[in-house]
């Protein structure tokens, strides 16, 4: 089986404020790495378009059918202070969902033996019913969830190395016992979440770092604290919030991962899969504002993926 990369053009017409990190040309910078002659046997397939509906695996109707009401036809509609709506953000959202869900269909089926999603929006800063922090709908709940209901799959693990915590999917799976998250991430830093005595109902692992910390913290944390864990909770499904942002080149982060930090990461996420979920892992692109940190590191990412 091989390694799938799922897309979409629209993603680029997901349009920001002239300044704004996250932007078209990003998505332009990972589409361009992944073209090279190294990432040719990968299996491409393009995001569906699917039904607004799909979001409801991790957020209320209500909250959904506001975010559709408020889009703008034209101009801009802004959220919050840095999270605004163009007229192509709704595709870019109803394919980011149609991507995640289209990864687990085809890993869950052995179509392929793991993902990657080259997707913006972000996604893991959006709760409930609060879209935030560059992010609207949840994409790696919504995996998870739609892995369960579909597939029947009793336990997912989402795993989030974006340099910001994840505090909308930490809110969201705080009290259920069937999806662990686990986070590294800068601290302090936006969004304010993520400390270690944050565990939910003994299903949310929290790593803090600080600024400077590089790849021998990060491995410190996955060994003693991420992959017990994980290997403890035994899950069927991996789901990775990948951001880039916390590679030595970004501007919104003081970390100091480099790709091959990145790799070896995913490396040892797959061993957790390979043992646990025959091998099944979804990656969902999250953070990454440095367009050559976020190139070089998502290469690294998915050349990983694709050694299973």
């Not at 397939?45 to 889009?71: I, Q, S």
Request: glycine share 8%; aromatic share 6%; hydrophobic share 40%.
């Amino acid at each position: 089986m091989t390694t799938l990369y799922v897309t979409h053009p629209a993603f680029a017409d997901h349009l920001v404020t002239p300044g704004h990190p996250e932007r078209p040309e990003r998505m332009r910078a990972v589409q361009q790495a992944l073209e090279a002659e190294t990432f040719q046997s990968l299996a491409r397939e393009e995001a569906p378009l699917v039904e607004a509906t799909v979001a409801t695996l991790a957020h209320p109707e209500a909250f959904v059918e506001t975010l559709d009401r408020v889009r703008p036809r034209e101009g801009m509609v802004r959220i919050d202070g840095d999270t605004t709506m163009s007229p192509g953000t709704w595709e870019a959202l109803l394919r980011g969902l149609g991507a995640a869900t289209l990864a687990v269909d085809e890993v869950m089926s052995a179509k392929a033996r793991n993902a990657f999603c080259g997707m913006r929006p972000p996604g893991h800063h959006a709760e409930q019913s609060t879209a935030m922090g560059f992010c609207f709908f949840n994409n790696a709940v919504v995996a998870a969830r739609h892995a369960q209901k579909a597939y029947g799959a009793e336990k997912v693990a989402i795993v989030d190395f974006d340099v910001h915590h994840g505090n909308g999917t930490q809110a969201i799976v705080w009290d259920d016992p069937s999806i662990m998250y686990a986070s590294t991430h800068q601290m302090p830093l936006f969004p304010g979440t993520g400390a270690r005595s944050e565990t939910g109902v003994g299903n949310i692992v929290n790593c803090p770092m600080r600024s400077g910390d590089g790849g021998d913290r990060f491995q410190e944390a996955f060994n003693e604290a991420i992959l017990p864990a994980l290997n403890t909770f035994s899950p069927d499904l991996v789901v990775i919030s990948a951001g880039f942002d916390a590679h030595h080149r970004d501007p919104l982060g003081g970390l100091m991962l480099t790709e091959a930090d990145y790799a070896w990461m995913t490396e040892r996420l797959m061993d957790v899969a390979d043992t646990h979920a025959s091998g099944r892992v979804v990656s969902l692109l999250e953070g990454g504002y440095d367009l050559q940190g976020l190139a070089k590191s998502a290469a690294a990412h998915v050349r990983a993926l694709m050694k299973a």
